[in-house]
């Protein structure tokens, strides 16, 4: 089954007397353990696609199965359980509160699905060693780097187990080399089956994926044909993709 | 959600904001403290004048000359409608009545005193010894008007402490001769001083028998009949026999008018405890713009949070989390005002009563437990907009707000 099943979806908005069309007849299928990039110039719509996938907006026409089920009729308590328990969200800006420190933030998701406290201690402690970040529990997000933000922000997206992770460009607040080691934490959640999407304008970033979608004008102008998805044995690799789009080779990792 | 989770978070970001926060808390704080201050003022009245009133003496029938309907006193009744004096012997003839434990007949006037070539003016008031225990009256120095005929009026005074003070200083002043009017009294005893009473200061009196008074002012008719009846319940009987009997005397006129203590305490207890409840009403207002001040500070906070309400959304919270957690907040901010704020009125309460120890300003408790609970029902009414406003909040709308 897949994970994500677009059908004839349209989204418009009203801009004053123009209806300017977001999203028009599109059909997109995800299957589960994918790595897929939007890609496509500002305007084009990926980050509306992004928010609809993501339960935050309703497509105005066309269903959206999720898991075999039918997401735009769920009422909105309904939308945010899945949204809690099935999609973590990685954002450019991070979107960390900043009040709270990195281990509260981390568990911030599980706090609010109502998850006991003892429960949201191991698991918090669990993450923070898995992303290097066992020393920065008690940090605000100002006392913190970004790149150790955005750690946050990931450890944060996947701490409900979520089967789909949406980032959007979540390399774009960072620099090339800690932008690189935020990518692989990703791809590295990927290969251990969640899928993945990322909406980026970014060609380096958007061509390491095993998928890409190219938007223009609300459709879809092409879907990456240029790689059958791998199965199983390991990444889509940087070797194969680097040369294709990148002008000046990634750095090598650390 | 659980609700620890939901306090903590509330808690949190209150803390988070400490201007906001502290100018919501002391909005608050200054609207439960005036409620507070102002009903024990009101309520310290009350108890003031009550108290007052109980120190008159206690199970009093109040008689006085000239009749004045059941509407209470009129100035024109006093001066006009009273045909037929309140004599001596008329309240002599009161001890007759079953209920009547004692009586004092009082005339009062003033008059100057001299002593050495001191002289001034002062109250004079002419009664006989059950005065004394009527008014609940106790010597600093020597005795009470002698127990003789109300009509002898031996050429005795009793002082009040102000007059013994500014007329013999430290020298002694039992057995002393004193002018008062035109006669030399021997002063027998000195009041203990009391300080200010209800209407008359009592340390700065002089008490003679009525006869003697009658004769200084040259009247026959009393001021007042002092009446102490043998126990609370006796009282209704003991007005309807005292009319009665003076009816009689004075020729089937009902020419007197008979009050009863309690009587007086009621109309001046709801006076002012309706005073009291005015005042609170105005107090009360400061707590609706407390109210609504919190209100303005949690749609601020929903404004400024925008970015923070759409990552929750994102991340699974529903429209009752939010709600929920704005709400908590709104309730925190009012309880704590409303805490510092009792606590505030309490403070400015016991300074009332050190800088005025005979004034009880103690607030009422029903106008605490009123304050605080309307200082939490405006908190939580005018946070519920806010809250519902967040709950509302489109998550993508919100989350590009960031």
Do not use: C
């Not at chain 2, 200082?375 to 909040?393: H, I, S, V």
């Amino acid at each position: 089954m897949a994970l994500i099943e677009l059908k004839g979806i349209a989204r418009t908005f009203q801009l004053g007397d123009t209806t300017v069309n977001a999203l028009a007849d599109l059909n997109l299928v995800i299957d589960p353990g994918e790595y897929l990039a939007i890609m496509g110039p500002s305007g084009s719509g990926k980050s509306t696609l992004l928010n609809l996938l993501g339960l935050l907006d309703r497509p105005n026409a066309g269903s959206y199965l999720l898991e075999g089920r039918d997401v735009t009729t769920m009422q909105p308590d309904e939308l945010a359980k899945v949204r809690s328990t099935r999609i973590g969200f990685v954002f450019q800006s991070f979107h960390l509160v900043p009040r709270l420190t990195a281990a509260e933030n981390i568990a911030l998701p599980m706090t609010l699905a109502g998850i006991p406290a003892a429960e949201r201690v191991k698991r918090v402690a669990q993450a923070l060693l898995d992303f290097g970040l066992e020393n920065r529990a008690d940090h605000r997000p100002d006392q913190l780097s970004g790149g150790q933000r955005q750690r946050v922000a990931i450890a944060r997206a996947t701490i409900m187990q979520p089967a789909l992770i949406l980032a959007d460009e979540p390399t774009g607040n960072l620099d090339r080399h800690t932008g690189e080691e935020v990518v692989r934490l990703l791809e590295e959640l990927n290969e251990r089956g969640v899928t993945l999407v990322v909406v980026t304008h970014d060609q380096a970033l958007g061509a390491r994926a095993r998928r890409q979608l190219m938007m223009e004008d609300g459709r879809l102008q092409s879907d990456s044909t240029h790689l059958p998805p791998l199965q199983g044995e390991g990444r889509g690799g940087d070797g194969l993709i680097a040369p294709i789009s990148n002008p000046s080779p990634s750095p090598p990792p650390p | 959600m659980r609700l620890p989770d939901i306090l903590r978070f509330a808690r949190d970001a209150a803390i988070g904001y400490p201007m906001r926060t502290s100018l919501s808390v002391l909005a608050m704080s200054i609207g439960v403290a005036s409620v507070v201050i102002l009903t024990a003022l009101g309520d310290g009245a009350r108890r003031y004048v009550v108290g007052q009133f109980s120190s008159l003496g206690s199970n009093l029938v109040i008689v006085l000359p000239g009749r004045s309907g059941t509407g209470g006193f009129n100035p024109a009744n006093a001066i006009t409608s009273t045909p037929r004096d309140l004599t001596i012997d008329d309240a002599a003839a009161l001890l007759r009545a079953a209920g009547v434990k004692q009586v004092a007949p009082l005339t009062a006037g003033t008059s100057e005193i001299s002593v050495a070539g001191r002289l001034r003016e002062v109250m004079v008031a002419g009664t006989t010894a059950s005065y004394f225990p009527i008014r609940n009256f106790e010597l600093g120095q020597g005795s009470a008007l002698p127990e003789e005929d109300w009509g002898r009026g031996s050429a005795v005074a009793v002082i009040g402490n102000t007059i013994r003070e500014e007329m013999f200083g430290n020298a002694p002043a039992i057995g002393q001769l004193v002018r008062v009017g035109d006669r030399r009294l021997r002063v027998v005893g000195v009041l203990k001083p009391v300080g200010q009473g209800l209407g008359m200061n009592t340390d700065e009196l002089v008490i003679v028998p009525v006869a003697l008074a009658q004769a200084m002012f040259n009247s026959n008719t009393l001021f007042r009949v002092l009446i102490e009846a043998k126990s609370r319940e006796a009282i209704p009987q003991v007005r309807e026999e005292v009319a009665e009997i003076l009816k009689q005397r004075h020729r089937g006129e009902e020419d007197v008018t008979v009050i009863t203590q309690d009587a007086v305490l009621a109309t001046f207890d709801k006076l002012l405890g309706a005073l009291t409840l005015g005042v609170a009403g105005i107090a009360a207002i400061s707590l609706a713009v407390a109210g609504i001040l919190v209100m303005n500070v949690m749609l601020v906070a929903v404004t400024q949070r925008t970015g923070e309400i759409g990552l929750l959304k994102a991340l699974g919270a529903t429209g009752n989390t939010i709600r929920l957690a704005f709400l908590a907040e709104a309730a925190m901010l009012s309880a704590v005002g409303a805490l510092l704020g009792y606590l505030l009125g309490q403070l400015g309460a016991f300074a009332l009563r050190q800088f005025f120890p005979v004034f009880p300003a103690y607030p009422p408790d029903w106008a605490v437990i009123a304050g605080l609970s309307t200082a939490l029902g405006t908190g939580l009414l005018f946070g519920f907009m806010p809250a519902r406003r967040a709950a509302l909040m489109d998550p993508v709308q919100a989350l590009m707000k960031h």
